[in-house]
């Protein structure tokens, strides 16, 4: 596997349910990123992970729980969610230079697409 | 606060015609620039950034971007496009000093490719 990996790719739940999605990166990146991407709507960024340790929650409701158990791995883990939840959910990592001048690119999965009932 | 504009929803243009897409930010510093472009059922992938320097960037597939600063603008060109470009395109300015690498993206366009 390369670059950046999510599953699964389609994702159909009820508001009942619990359910994850995983991401992970074959990059060697320090940093990684969950994304939300809704139809007519700028990609909106929800976490973000630097050295495994979380250092934005940029407002998200707390029925979306994120896990950084090591720099490769991110989890997104879903519960009693609603049905304007239904969206396509990005992972992107990037080597975050961590204070210094220059800009890194990051690096997105695929997606997974998920759906709300 | 720091935000994108891309003005045009969908854009339709012919195959081997050229192509320009408009992109306009509100940013108090110097910007990093991006252009992505997302291909049905795909993630992300990264054409072409600006950071400092000659304000004509090259990106893949053929793609060039300008940096123009009293216009804020930085507009993705291509002379001839092809049938497989027909995609999303998003651009993006990177935030720092925010503790972390932060993008902040445009609503995105949708390109079409006609015959």
């Known amino acids: 596997e390369t670059g950046v990996t999510q599953t699964p790719r389609h994702l159909v739940m009820g508001m009942t349910n619990k359910k994850s999605l995983k991401c992970e990166q074959h990059?060697?990146?320090?940093?990684m990123y969950w994304y939300k991407q809704s139809a007519k709507k700028p990609l909106e960024l929800m976490f973000v992970y630097n050295f495994k340790e979380q250092t934005e929650n940029n407002s998200v409701p707390s029925r979306f729980s994120p896990e950084c158990p090591n720099s490769s791995h991110l989890f997104l883990h879903l519960h009693t969610l609603q049905p304007e939840d239904s969206a396509l959910y990005l992972c992107a990592s990037s080597q975050d230079p961590l204070g210094g001048s220059s800009y890194n690119e990051q690096f997105f999965g695929p997606g997974t697409r998920l759906t709300v009932l | 606060a720091q935000s994108v504009t891309q003005p045009d929803i969908h854009i339709t243009v012919s195959e081997g015609a050229s192509l320009e897409l408009r992109c306009n930010y509100s940013y108090g510093a110097t910007p990093y620039l991006f252009w992505y472009v997302q291909s049905p059922g795909q993630g992300l992938q990264l054409l072409l950034k600006?950071?400092?320097?000659?304000?004509l960037v090259q990106g893949i597939k053929g793609f060039e971007a300008e940096f123009k600063r009293s216009q804020s603008s930085f507009n993705l060109r291509k002379p001839s496009v092809h049938w497989s470009d027909a995609a999303e395109y998003f651009c993006a300015v990177g935030l720092m000093n925010t503790g972390f690498q932060k993008l902040v993206f445009g609503t995105g366009t949708r390109l079409l490719v006609s015959p």
């Open positions: 990059l060697g990146h320090n940093a």
């Open positions: 600006y950071f400092s320097g000659d304000t």
